[in-house]
C-alpha cells in the first residue's frame, strides 16, 4: 500500500473548519483513501472514505486532487469532541485488503 | 452506524496467566476481523487477519503461539495472549470488515496490564 504523509499537528480554534492535508505521492489506481480518527484511550473511528471523487457525510468532507496525490478531509465546524488524531491511509483490495497500516497521524488540537 | 464491542475493556493479572478477549460485531456480518496492537505514544500495528472457519494469518514478528486467535463465527473472534509477562502489556484493537472496499469498523480496545 501506498504509504501517506501527514503534519505531525494542527490547531484549530472552536467553530471553525479544519482541514487536515494528507500527500499520498505513490498511491495506486485501485487504492482508495480511508480517514480515521482515536481519541485518547479509545478504538479508531471511521469517518470517511474515497477514490477519486470527492465525498461528504455527516461527519466530514474529502477532498481529492485530480492526480489523487494528495486529499484534504474537511471538518466544517469544528468543536472541542474533534480533538483527537487523525489517520489518513490508503488500501487496495485484494490480498492486502483491510490491511491497515496506520502511521502517526495529524494530533488535531481544537481550542476554545 | 456499525458497531463492533470488545470485551473486557481493562484487564490486569499477574505474570504467566492467559487473558481472553473477545471481539464481536453487533449488526452485521463480519467476512474478516482484524486484530492490533498499540504501545504507549505509537500508532497501531497489525497483529493478525481472522476469517470465519480458517485459521489466523499472523504479521512478521508476531508469535501465533503466543496471540492465539479463534474466529468461530461471522461475528465472534477471540485472542488469548498465552502465558502472558509485562512486556504484552498494551492496547488491544479488534476490527470488523463487512465486505472488501467497505471501511473497517473498531472497537474501543482493551488494555492489558501484565504484572
Known amino acids: 500500500d501506498a504509504k501517506t504523509t501527514q503534519p505531525t499537528s494542527m490547531d484549530c480554534a472552536e467553530g471553525r473548519a479544519a482541514n487536515l492535508p494528507c500527500n499520498h505521492s505513490?498511491?495506486?489506481?485501485?487504492?482508495?483513501v480511508y480517514w480515521y480518527r482515536q481519541i485518547h484511550s479509545q478504538g479508531p473511528q471511521y469517518i470517511i472514505h474515497?477514490?477519486?471523487n470527492n465525498e461528504t457525510n455527516e461527519m466530514a468532507s474529502l477532498i481529492i486532487t485530480e492526480d489523487r496525490k494528495s486529499s484534504t478531509l474537511i471538518l466544517p465546524h469544528a468543536t472541542l469532541r474533534d480533538t483527537a488524531v487523525y489517520y489518513c491511509?490508503?488500501?487496495?483490495?485484494?490480498?492486502?485488503?483491510?490491511?491497515?497500516?496506520f502511521g502517526q497521524g495529524t494530533i488535531l488540537t481544537v481550542h476554545p | 452506524g456499525a458497531v463492533v464491542s470488545q470485551h473486557p475493556s481493562w484487564v490486569i493479572c499477574k505474570s504467566g496467566t492467559s487473558v481472553k478477549i473477545e471481539c464481536r460485531s453487533l449488526?452485521?456480518?463480519?467476512?474478516?476481523m482484524f486484530w492490533y496492537r498499540q504501545f504507549p505514544k505509537q500508532s497501531l500495528m497489525l497483529m493478525a487477519t481472522?476469517?470465519?472457519?480458517?485459521?489466523?494469518?499472523?504479521e512478521q514478528g508476531v508469535e501465533k503461539d503466543k496471540f492465539l486467535i479463534n474466529h468461530a463465527s461471522l461475528t465472534l473472534s477471540t485472542l488469548t495472549v498465552t502465558s502472558a509477562h509485562p512486556e504484552d502489556s498494551s492496547f488491544y484493537i479488534c476490527?470488523?470488515?463487512?465486505?472488501?472496499?467497505?471501511?473497517?469498523?473498531f472497537g474501543d480496545g482493551t488494555r492489558l496490564s501484565i504484572l
Open positions: 474515497g477514490l477519486k
Open positions: 449488526d452485521f456480518q463480519a467476512t474478516t
Open positions: 481472522s476469517n470465519e472457519g480458517s485459521k489466523a494469518t499472523y
Open positions: 491511509i490508503v488500501n487496495a483490495g485484494g490480498t492486502s485488503y483491510g490491511k491497515l497500516t
Open positions: 505513490t498511491i495506486s489506481g485501485n487504492e482508495y
Open positions: 476490527s470488523a470488515l463487512r465486505t472488501e472496499y467497505q471501511p473497517q469498523h
